[in-house]
């Protein structure tokens, strides 16, 4: 049995603990703060410590110009300064999926047109997915019938956009697997549709913490059709069960603007959809959050000071 095996992760300027991670895991990417130059990765384990241990990739990845190949990856420009920068970025799947792309936010350095843009191209026809010189306060997303889409962005400040691969056999946007810390999702785009949907996304992030999830906007239709159009989330527990957590149905939703804590690393969130369908869909944003017993936190308490140097 395992006891205490914890990587500790220190910023070496803040002299404090950043994250912990405990338990086990499938692969996942930590972004760091280019502005952090150097930092201590510590491990600690007891004298039962009997499982295969971990493997660490670290590696710098520059702002843009970058080709991206995974099933679900973020994707995020920003420059602190007014300087020009064009970027360039591909994004590669296998040919039996299609990319969905989510935009939390886009801002440019100016309001000229013509300098400043977001654009995406399908690689295989060469033709314009979206093109947009506009700031955007509020979620956006694109759902494409593609697996390989181009990237061209000129004199940005700030564009984050996650984008998400589904099997092509599925509705554009309907579902797939996440491995990030945090993200936005949505609904495909219903429209006129009128054919049952049955849309799962898996979320999973590094044990021990647990995922919060808001909507920002949620609106499955008339509550007459709650047996029929709805959103289920499920609780993955370890061995495999899925345990229902929460199901939502209906318009304004009342706890749609509120934080739902889900006390599990894995989490499962299934959208279902009627012919009958007469609402416009949801739009959520998911976190990590830290549930450390009063103990744990008192234990970590004493790495928040780095070890000395040798």
Same mark, same amino acid.
């Given at each position: ?9 220190? $910023? ?9 991670? &405990? ?40 702002? &843009? ?16 300064t007014f300087e ?52 955007? $306060? ?35 946007? &309907? ?23 049955? &849309? ?88 990590t959050y830290d549930?450390?017993?009063? $103990? ?15």
């Open positions: 049995m395992i006891k205490t095996v914890c990587m500790i992760m220190f $910023f070496e300027r803040k002299l404090k603990l950043s994250t912990y991670y &405990c338990g086990n895991s499938t692969g996942f990417k930590l972004p760091i703060d280019d502005s952090e130059k150097s930092i201590i990765l510590s491990f600690h384990s007891d004298e039962f410590f009997e499982y295969p241990g971990f493997n660490i990739t670290i590696q710098h990845q520059q702002t &843009c110009n970058n080709s991206y190949t995974k099933l679900n990856d973020h994707i995020d420009y920003y420059r602190g020009e920068v064009q970027c360039v970025d591909d994004i590669r799947v296998p040919d039996d999926y299609k990319i969905s792309f989510y935009m939390q936010s886009i801002f440019f350095n100016t309001y000229n047109c013509s300098t400043s843009f977001l654009k995406f191209i399908d690689l295989h026809t060469n033709q314009t997915l979206l093109e947009t010189c506009q700031d955007r $306060f509020t979620y956006s997303s694109l759902h494409t019938n593609t697996s390989a889409v181009r990237i061209y962005v000129d004199h940005f400040s700030y564009i984050k956009i996650e984008y998400i691969a589904v099997n092509r056999s599925l509705p554009a946007g &309907c579902g797939g697997e996440i491995y990030n810390n945090d993200g936005v999702l949505s609904s495909p785009y219903y429209d006129n549709d009128r054919n049952f949907s049955n &849309c799962r996304w898996d979320i999973k992030v590094p044990s021990p913490n647990y995922i919060r999830i808001y909507f920002s906007s949620f609106d499955m239709g008339s509550k007459v059709n709650c047996p029929l159009d709805n959103v289920t989330i499920y609780k993955i527990l370890p061995n495999g069960y899925e345990e229902v957590f929460l199901t939502l149905c209906g318009q304004n939703w009342a706890g749609a603007w509120d934080a739902v804590k889900i006390p599990s690393s894995h989490i499962a969130i299934v959208s279902k959809k009627s012919p009958n369908f007469d609402g416009s869909g949801w739009t959520l944003n998911f976190y549930e450390r017993s009063k $103990f744990e936190k008192k234990l970590f308490n004493l790495f928040e000071t780095p070890p000395a140097t040798p």
